[in-house]
């Protein structure tokens, strides 16, 4: 599986992330195609900072102020020479530097610095040379932000600028202060890391690394390179694409017990850390309907588990089918902006991973419910449009022949 790992041990910007990534071997053409829709005509040189060769990204845009409605027009405009996924992660990466700015300044902030056309050439381009080295994930090292204050549009800020604290707090990515004095991760460098680290990236444990990328920044001081370091690498372990354990069946046959009460007793061996339960319908001796319940669980809780089910379904005995190998998607529960009948709120979504890549998503239902309730919608509508959203964020193609 090939990941690509940034080290942002001198801090990081739009146009040093999007050098490094031209450096590691991103399709400069198809990155230079994307910065054109914004910028005439961006260059791209070799320099050296502190004795490091480096790509250095010059967009020669000039100021402007736009609010971020503008913005993301500048972005729609350009939908025809930007691939799909690129643009969505550029929006989305405007949306987490709105969404911070927001909460310093108010809900009518503008974007000074950030609004200005060579800050959306350098997020398009990074976000076009991301998708063109088609990474399983991306592992983001701890960003070096500087310390000390800086002078803005807002006048003097402390470092790091308030902005860029609320990324890293959004997105939990790890940071330090570093010893430079001054700032070194810019809100546009904060809210890009924060971005591909969505694509999430396990431990890489052994690894070849295929290309090494430096992408430089303007300044070059001499005590430390002004680089930001992107590493694309394979994965050399040997162990299957899904993790393995062990998990204990429990199952019992009952005919005397109301569908109610089944239904109760699922919800709570689940409750009492069964990893699933199920009741299926069968025909037993002498033709009498029942049900077969099946609880897994790891072998530490079979005997506990074992007591809630006779206790909650009355039955004398419980099969145990002990230490059961098993293959296990890793998963986790993400958050996701979704708009539905004009209303947009932030939605969980369970996400299976394979190698650090989300493959499979599904909506929570009890959140699809509720919200299905209030918009006097089908939940089938909402969950459809939940995991539609999830899959354009996590750039997950729709599988042909119906619903993932």
């Known amino acids: 599986m090939r990941l690509l790992i940034f ?29 054109q829709a914004v910028v005439a005509e961006p260059g791209i040189t070799r320099v050296t900072r502190a004795g490091i060769r480096a790509v250095k990204v010059d967009t020669h845009a000039t100021p402007a102020h736009r609010s971020f409605a503008e913005v993301m027009a500048r972005i729609d405009g350009v939908s025809s020479r930007v691939p799909g996924p690129a643009l969505a992660m550029a929006r989305r990466v405007f949306e987490r530097i709105h969404r911070a700015e927001s909460e ?6 503008h974007f000074h610095e950030i609004g200005a056309d060579d800050a959306i050439a350098d997020i398009i381009g990074a976000c076009t040379a991301l998708y063109s080295l088609a990474v399983s994930g991306v592992r983001v090292l701890p960003v070096t932000t500087g310390h000390g204050t800086a002078t803005g549009s807002h006048g003097t800020f402390p470092i790091p600028a308030p902005a860029t604290a609320i990324i890293f707090r959004e997105a939990g990515l790890p940071a330090v ?18 971005e591909f680290a969505t694509l999430t990236a396990p ?21 430390a390179p002004n680089v930001i370091r992107a590493m694309l690498v394979e994965q050399t372990d040997t162990a299957g694409n899904l993790a393995e354990d062990t998990v204990d069946i429990l199952e019992t046959n ?7 009460v089944i239904a109760h007793a699922i919800s709570r061996f689940m409750e009492a ?24 669980c790891l072998p530490e809780m079979s005997a506990t588990l074992a007591r809630l089910m006779a206790l909650e379904l009355g039955t004398l005995g419980i099969r145990s089918i002990p230490a059961v190998h098993r293959f296990v998607a890793e998963r986790t529960v993400q958050e996701i ?12 979504v369970k ?14 239902f009890d959140h699809a419910r509720d919200w299905a309730a209030e918009l006097k919608l089908s939940v089938r509508e909402v969950i459809r449009a939940i995991e539609d959203a999830g899959r354009l964020h996590f750039c997950i193609e729709k599988e042909d022949g119906g619903d993932m």
Not at 254 to 260: A, L, R, T
Not at 337 to 348: D, F, L, N, S, Y
Not at 353 to 361: F, N, P, V
């Open 7 to 35: 080290d942002p041990f001198h801090g990081a910007a739009g146009d040093m992330i999007t050098g490094a990534l031209l450096d590691c071997g991103a399709d400069e053409s198809l990155v230079m195609q994307a910065m």
């Open 104 to 109: 310093v300044h108010g809900d009518h902030a």
């Open 177 to 194: 202060a570093g010893s430079h004095m001054g700032e070194l991760c810019t809100p546009t460098g904060a809210a890009l890391l924060a």
């Open 203 to 223: 431990d890489p444990g052994a690894y070849t690394i295929l290309s090494v990328g430096y992408g430089a920044g303007t300044r070059d001081p001499r005590h």
């Open 254 to 260: 009952v005919d005397d017990i109301s569908g109610e």
């Open 273 to 296: 850390g069964a990893r699933d339960a199920s009741a299926t319908p069968l025909i037993m001796k002498k033709g009498r309907p029942g049900f077969l319940i099946r609880v897994i």
């Open 337 to 348: 902006e979704v708009t539905i009948a004009g209303q947009t709120r932030k939605m969980p």
């Open 351 to 364: 996400c299976g991973l394979m190698r650090g890549k989300i493959y499979t998503l599904k909506a929570e």
